[in-house]
């Protein structure tokens, strides 16, 4: 009887010491990195506030970041898998001999527009000369926005006003509220909780194609990981048709990552998000070329990366929609 007891307490033990079994440890994980504060990256952000990751049978845990910069430097690093972010960071990987490739675009273009009080003397870009302009942080999207505006409307940035950078959500909003800058880059949603709010109006809104926010890893770890990889593009695939085709279902789930935006106001956020996906998450060559080139101008890289070279077609290549509007 004392050896039954014995042998009972050791297959207890032993049983408490090996590691059990579940479906969450099971799931391929991919750690997503990407910047906090807005929506840009929305149709990586749906299938986490949805449960469509899990149900696809991967666990996608998300690694929000201040700015662009540390989350590429995540990516190199291999704290994170993933980086969906602007397609400037993977061109300066790769010119620093890194394997990051870009392996679709989820926005083509900047996502970004300046606001000013609705109350305020600044019509056009061409009144902003001498006064102070912010943006989020100095080589990020809503600065090449910014300066592209400005130099259509043939003001230096560099010499005929003041560029700030201001961050996203509270900090620019302040930096607005006090006056510190006449106007200022904001992004879904909180430009439309701004414009709903009655306080600000769009002054400039950037249109210009381009490779705005793509999905960029380094090879070893799509190479290493296809099924799953290939599985977290679809899903974001579908989850970009959806919100064409019910948007208010986005924006509900959108609305557990921003509780404080209205739905309504979340809803007019996923409509306009929505349109500058492109279709089968197509990177655009022109837009992308213009990226390189902005790059060399700023000494960020010494010359342009090739196409070919950085972007990654192969998981892709399936990828339908979403339908135009």
Do not use: W
């Not at 969450?24 to 299938?47: D, E, S, W």
């Not at 701004?194 to 793509?214: C, H, M, N, S, W």
């Not at 890893?217 to 695939?237: I, L, P």
């Not at 492109?278 to 390189?292: E, R, S, T």
């Amino acid at each position: 009887m004392k050896r039954l007891i014995v042998l009972a307490l050791g297959a207890v033990f032993l049983a408490a010491a090996l590691p059990q079994a579940s479906s969450a440890q099971t799931k391929p994980v991919i750690r997503l990195a990407y910047v906090c504060g807005g929506m840009n990256a929305m149709v990586a952000q749906l299938g986490m506030n949805d449960g469509a990751y899990e149900k696809a049978g991967i666990d996608v845990q998300k690694f929000c970041f201040p700015a662009g910069a540390p989350a590429i430097q995540a990516l190199i690093g291999g704290s994170v898998d993933v980086f969906t972010g602007s397609a400037e960071h993977a061109l300066r990987a790769q010119s620093r001999g890194i394997n990051v490739k870009i392996y679709g675009c989820l926005q083509n273009s900047i996502g970004y527009s300046l606001i000013t009080k609705v109350d305020s003397k600044y019509k056009t870009l061409a009144d902003l000369k001498g006064q102070t302009v912010a943006i989020t942080a100095p080589q990020s999207l809503s600065d090449t926005g910014l300066r592209r505006g400005l130099e259509a409307a043939g003001i230096n940035p560099d010499r005929d006003l003041s560029i700030i950078a201001a961050g996203s959500g509270a900090t620019m909003l302040a930096a607005l509220d006090t006056d510190r800058a006449v106007a200022g880059m904001v992004s879904p949603p909180e430009l439309q909780r701004l414009i709903d709010a009655k306080k600000y109006r769009v002054l400039y809104d950037p249109t210009f194609e381009y490779a705005g926010i793509v999905i960029m890893a380094k090879s070893d770890f799509t190479t290493a990981n296809k099924a799953a990889f290939g599985t977290f593009v679809r899903v974001m695939a579908a989850e970009a048709n959806s919100a064409r085709t019910t948007p208010a279902v986005a924006a509900a789930a959108m609305n557990k990552e921003f509780p404080d935006v209205a739905p309504a106001v979340m809803l007019a956020a996923v409509n306009e998000q929505a349109t500058l996906v492109p279709a089968g998450f197509a990177v655009p060559a022109k837009g992308l070329q213009d990226v390189n080139d902005i790059e060399v101008k700023a000494k960020t890289i010494p010359a342009a990366v090739p196409f070919d070279q950085v972007v990654d077609t192969t998981f892709i290549a399936g990828v339908k929609g979403p339908a135009p509007r």
